[in-house]
């Protein structure tokens, strides 16, 4: 038996290993803050633009389960890196944030005039925990014989995680559609029978965490925030660089720049409601009172 037919064949139990103690730890780790809650749960509780309290306690419960379940399946420092950085810098602009500046438009322009908005300094971590995410799996694989280690690699892979920490964000704007974006794009790296364990680890707790905040983000009662979406896309960004070289790197970056470009001109909720298809996807799952409340993304 060859070396990959090996790695495929431990793939399940990896995956399910994974997914099951992310789920499991998301799900503890978000009774554990509500029942003390820090700052108080007022601090962590938005009104959405249906007029919904919601709670914010989603976001950080997700990045532990899923950075909890990868460790629990050998992902290693790469999934702490991602998974904790980004959830730290989403939680700066989910708690400490104005509504002043928004996007990176808003953002750059209010660099421009000299202001330093807490969406700016989201930015610039992302960029840093990204890079350091990529430069740790990297440096892992450089014993391996991997042609995907090299600077110009590295660099790329930063950007593609960075990138993806922000596309997932874009997407929460209503309940459960982040986590379904999250979903849709973990999947693959889960089945595919050939990722490293860093990939399949990574991505199999992400898909776990998501299913765990599933049934309260559809029902409107809590959301990801910056702190769960900004994880959910780095880890899942990790799970592609622990996978790719700099070819499937570059695609990627090419994808996440595209959308974050496109999000500035064109709404991504006027494009799902004018797609049947996507429209039905989008409202899955989702009870008909709260198919039409707005997620707040503070």
Do not use: C
């Amino acid at each position: 038996m060859t070396r990959r037919r090996r790695e495929s064949t431990s793939s399940a139990p990896v995956a399910l290993g994974a997914f099951s103690v992310g789920a499991l730890s998301s799900l503890v780790a978000s009774a554990i803050l509500k029942g003390h809650p820090p700052g108080g749960a007022e601090r962590w509780t938005r009104t959405n633009h249906a007029g919904r309290r919601v709670t914010l306690f989603e976001g950080p419960a997700y990045a532990v389960g899923a950075v909890v379940g990868a460790l629990s399946a050998g992902a290693g420092a790469p999934a702490v890196v991602a998974g904790l950085g980004a959830g730290v810098f989403g939680a700066l602009d989910d708690l400490f944030g104005g509504s002043s500046s928004r996007g990176l438009r808003g953002h750059l322009g209010a660099a421009r005039r000299g202001q330093v908005t807490t969406g700016a300094v989201k930015i610039v971590g992302l960029g840093v925990t990204g890079l350091a995410t990529a430069w740790i799996a990297d440096r892992s694989r450089a014993g391996t014989g991997s042609r995907a280690t090299g600077p110009l690699s590295t660099i790329v892979g930063g950007a593609v995680i960075a990138g993806s920490s922000n596309v997932v964000n874009l997407f929460d704007l209503r309940p459960g559609r982040a986590l379904k974006v999250a979903l849709l794009l973990a999947v693959p790296f889960v089945v595919g029978g050939r990722g490293t364990r860093l990939s399949t680890a990574t991505a199999a707790a992400a898909a776990g965490a998501t299913m765990a905040a599933l049934p309260d983000d559809l029902a409107g009662r809590s959301m990801l925030g910056d702190t769960g979406a900004n994880s959910a896309g780095a880890l899942i960004g990790t799970a592609l660089v622990a996978r790719t070289g700099l070819g499937g790197r570059l695609l990627a970056l090419a994808s996440v720049t595209f959308l974050a470009l496109a999000s500035e001109k064109v709404s991504f909720t006027t494009v799902i409601e004018s797609s049947p298809g996507l429209r039905r996807l989008d409202e899955l799952g989702r009870p008909s009172r709260a198919s039409h409340g707005d997620h707040l993304n503070p």
